[in-house]
Each structure stands twice: as structure tokens, then as C-alpha cells.
């Protein structure tokens, strides 16, 4: 199983990006998704969370609410993260991370990517 984030980059204060992670590989059934960011010297911070399977419900955390949004694409196993309003303090790498199980039988596990460099910044 393999998450694949893209879409980071060099922003300026107050613009967007839409970040994407694609899981892949044998995939019994995903049921939830989320992204992270980590700053140097800092916690991670959970960003935003969906579930995967019936409703999409979605979580965000305080610093992002109203500013973000994540939605998702059962079809391809592909979440996403569109980024409004940016701030330099976001800068940080943001993972996504999924639970999953493999198989019909297998226990649910924990993937994540290797993460994307967001860059606010003018």
C-alpha cells in the first residue's frame, strides 16, 4: 500500500493550494482518511480528517476551520485538501494518512505518505 501526496509548493500569504494523496496497492476497503502538517519544532498537528465509507463526515481542526476543506474520491482512493486564506505559520510538510484494511479479513492498519512541502511565504 503506498500514499502519494502532491500539490505543495511556494505560495504567498493569503493564497491557495489543493493538495492530493492517492493510495494504491491492495486495498480491501478504506474508512478513513486525514491530513497532518509538521512545522520544525513543533507537534504534529491533525489538519483535517473524512470518513471514507457512507457519508463523508469531516473533522477540521480549530486553526483551519472555515479556511479548508477536505473531500474525497472513492473511486480512485484519492483525498484531497484545497487551502484558502494561507498563512506563513502553516508552513510545515503535510501528510496524509489513512486507515485501511488490506484484505475482507485482515485487521485495520495505518498507512502513511511521505508527505509535501507547503511554503507560504512572500
Known amino acids: 500500500v503506498r500514499l502519494v501526496e502532491s500539490g505543495g509548493g511556494l505560495v504567498q500569504p493569503g493564497g491557495s493550494l489543493r493538495l492530493s494523496c492517492a493510495a494504491s496497492?491492495?486495498?480491501?476497503?478504506?474508512?478513513?482518511m486525514a491530513w497532518y502538517r509538521h512545522c520544525p519544532g513543533k507537534e504534529r498537528e491533525l489538519v483535517a480528517t473524512?470518513?471514507?465509507?457512507?457519508?463523508?463526515?469531516?473533522r477540521y481542526g480549530n486553526s483551519v476551520q472555515g479556511r479548508f476543506t477536505i473531500s474525497r474520491d472513492n473511486a480512485t482512493n484519492t483525498v484531497y485538501l484545497q487551502m484558502n486564506s494561507l498563512k506563513p505559520e502553516e508552513t510545515a510538510v503535510y501528510s496524509c494518512?489513512?486507515?485501511?484494511?488490506?484484505?475482507?479479513?485482515?485487521?485495520?492498519?495505518?498507512?502513511w505518505g511521505q508527505g509535501t512541502q507547503v511554503t507560504v511565504s512572500a
Open positions: 494518512t489513512a486507515e485501511l484494511r488490506r484484505t475482507q479479513v485482515s485487521g485495520l492498519s495505518h498507512y
Open positions: 496497492g491492495s486495498i480491501f476497503r478504506i474508512y478513513f
Open positions: 473524512i470518513s471514507t465509507s457512507g457519508d463523508a463526515v469531516t
